[in-house]
Nanobody, 119 residues
Framework: QVQLVESGGGLVQAGGSLRLSCAASGTTFSITDMGWYRQAPGKQRELVAGFASGGSTNYADFVKGRFTISRDNGKNIMYLQMNSLKPEDTAVYYC?????????????WGQGTQVTVSS
C-alpha cells in the first residue's frame, strides 16, 4: 500500500506562486510513476506533470514554462512549483502514484489540495 498526502494549496492572486508537496509513505520502493493531476469544477481530472519510471518528466502544454515538478527521493516527497498562476489554474490538485506488483498496476491518489487563483 502507498499513502499520499498533499499540502501547500491555498488562495493566490494571478501571477503569484505556490509550491505543492506530496508526501508518500508505505511501500514507496515499488512506486514506478508519480505525477500531479488537477480537477476543476465540472471538468475531468487531467494530468499536470509527472515522472515516468525512467525518471523522465512530462508536462501538460498548459503549464509548460510555468510549473516545475521535482522530488526528494530521500524524503519520499514530490513537489510542484507553480509560477505565473492564472485563474484557469484554479482546481483541486491531486498527487498520484503507480505501483506494480506481480504484473498488476495499482493506482493510488491523495486527498487533494485546493488551489484558487483570483483575478
Amino acid at each position: 500500500q502507498v499513502q499520499l498526502v498533499e499540502s501547500g494549496g491555498g488562495l493566490v492572486q494571478a501571477g503569484g506562486s505556490l509550491r505543492l508537496s506530496c508526501a508518500a509513505s508505505g511501500t514507496t520502493f515499488s512506486i514506478t510513476d508519480m505525477g500531479w493531476y488537477r480537477q476543476a469544477p465540472g471538468k475531468q481530472r487531467e494530468l499536470v506533470a509527472g515522472f515516468a519510471s525512467g525518471g523522465s518528466t512530462n508536462y501538460a502544454d498548459f503549464v509548460k514554462g510555468r510549473f516545475t515538478i521535482s522530488r526528494d527521493n530521500g524524503k519520499n516527497i514530490m513537489y510542484l512549483q507553480m509560477n505565473s498562476l492564472k485563474p484557469e489554474d484554479t482546481a483541486v490538485y491531486y498527487c498520484k502514484a503507480d505501483r506494480v506488483r506481480a504484473g498488476v498496476r495499482y493506482h493510488y491518489w491523495g486527498q487533494g489540495t485546493q488551489v484558487t487563483v483570483s483575478s
